[in-house]
């Protein structure tokens, strides 16, 4: 797999090593870190390294294909830089694994791709309308899946909403500086006993701040273990989208009480301007990844919160800061 050193690919290893998989992972490292591959192979490389695919891919069953640069802010500031990361790399990858008969990919994609929903709701055929060239470039690659299925390229392409948590068992998590994300601001709140800011309270819905699909992490990568074991009967050509979310939407409201529940205390909160760029939100049905992986998240919002805090407190993270200028 690749980017398995990253957040949610060293969560999607790991569970294919306790799953009783053989795992390479190959990461560069730009964003990840080498602690977090357990139990797999790491090949520190790039995605379009063709020496190292060349010697790697034969014999592979299935690529899943995780890394990515993923700072939404960073794509508009250097969008050539995204897409020749995102996609003219990716571009190299599916051309070794054809040349090498490797012909099933699972892809991580976004629900960040989905046109605004007044319902609130999406499913897989829901309008697309990427909104930065990070979302821009994952429309593209589906698309150039979904051509590559006349080269007998079979792809499982799975949007990811929002993860959150840890490994239940503490042994992969977030690692580094992911100042914007809702989580890391709570928590940085709690630490530092300063305010927590709700960008934006006029949303149209139920409470007016920003809604969410949040998903466990863990629930993210078992999905990725079905895909795996799965794909045969999931995608017999061609190219297949399944979104992978908890199925309920989660104000920002609703996420703080959530919180503070875990933590048995309350936080302060303030309420502020939208972000740049910031969405209502939207949850997704869950019926196709039930349906046709054979998934369903198991564990709760809480399950995901208590995780991400213990991950934090063993890593020995410091608390992020509020004014990182991210997102
Ligand atoms: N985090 C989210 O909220 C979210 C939401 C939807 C989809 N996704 C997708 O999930 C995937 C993983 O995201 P993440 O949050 O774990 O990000 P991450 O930055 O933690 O992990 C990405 C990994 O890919 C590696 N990488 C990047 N470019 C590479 C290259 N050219 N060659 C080899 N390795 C490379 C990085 O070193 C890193 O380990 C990405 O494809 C992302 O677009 C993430
Ligand atoms: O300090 C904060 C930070 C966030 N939020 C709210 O919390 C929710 C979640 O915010 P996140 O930034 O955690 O998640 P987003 O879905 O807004 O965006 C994230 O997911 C996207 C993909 O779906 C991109 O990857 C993006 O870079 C990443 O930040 C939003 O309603 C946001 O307005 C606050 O109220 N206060």
Redesign the pocket.
């Known amino acids: 797999m690749t980017g398995g050193a990253g957040y949610i690919g060293s969560a999607i290893a790991l569970a294919l090593v306790d799953a009783g998989h053989d795992v390479v992972v190959l990461d560069d490292l730009s964003a990840g870190a080498a602690e977090a591959v357990v139990g797999a192979r790491l090949v520190v490389a790039g995605i379009d390294d063709r020496a190292v695919l060349d010697r790697e891919l034969p014999g592979v069953d299935v690529v899943v294909h995780c890394a990515a640069r ?4 960073e794509s508009i500031a250097d969008p050539l830089g995204y897409h020749d990361a995102n996609v003219a790399r990716t571009i190299a990858l599916l051309r070794a694994c054809v040349d090498h008969g490797v012909l099933r990919v699972v892809q991580s994609s ?3 791709l989905y046109a605004e929903a007044p319902s609130l709701v999406v499913d897989e055929e829901a309008p697309i309308a990427p909104a ?1 060239p ?2 821009a470039g994952k429309a593209m690659v589906e698309r150039i899946l979904l051509d590559a299925g006349s080269l007998g390229l079979r792809s499982l392409v799975l949007r ?3 993860p959150l948590g840890a490994d239940p068992r503490g042994r992969v998590g977030m690692r580094g500086e ?1 100042g ?7 928590r940085g ?1 709690w630490a530092e006993r300063t305010p ?5 309270v006029r ?1 149209p819905t139920r409470d007016g ?4 699909d ?1 998903v466990h992490v863990w629930d993210l990568a078992e999905a990725h273990v079905a895909a795996v074991e799965r794909f045969d009967d999931v995608v017999a050509h061609g190219s297949r989208v399944v979104n992978l979310g908890s199925g309920a939407g989660t ?2 409201r609703e ?1 703080v009480a959530a919180f503070e529940h875990v933590v048995g205390g309350r936080l302060e909160v303030v309420e ?1 301007p ?2 740049p760029g ?4 939207a949850r997704t049905t869950i019926d196709r990844a039930r349906d046709e992986l054979g998934w369903t998240p198991r564990r709760s919002l809480e399950d995901a919160i208590r995780d991400a805090l213990a991950w934090a407190a063993r890593d020995g993270a410091p608390a992020t800061s ?1 004014d990182d200028g ?2």
């Not at 927590?196 to 934006?200: E, H, L, R, S, W």
């Not at 910031?278 to 939100?281: C, F, N, P």
């Open positions: 993923i700072v939404v802010a976004t629900a960040a930065s990070y979302a990811y909403f929002n992911r914007s994300h809702v989580l890391e601001r709570l709140a927590f800011t709700i960008t934006g949303w701040s920003g809604m969410r949040y104000t920002v996420l502020g939208p972000r910031d969405v209502a939100g509020q991210l997102g």
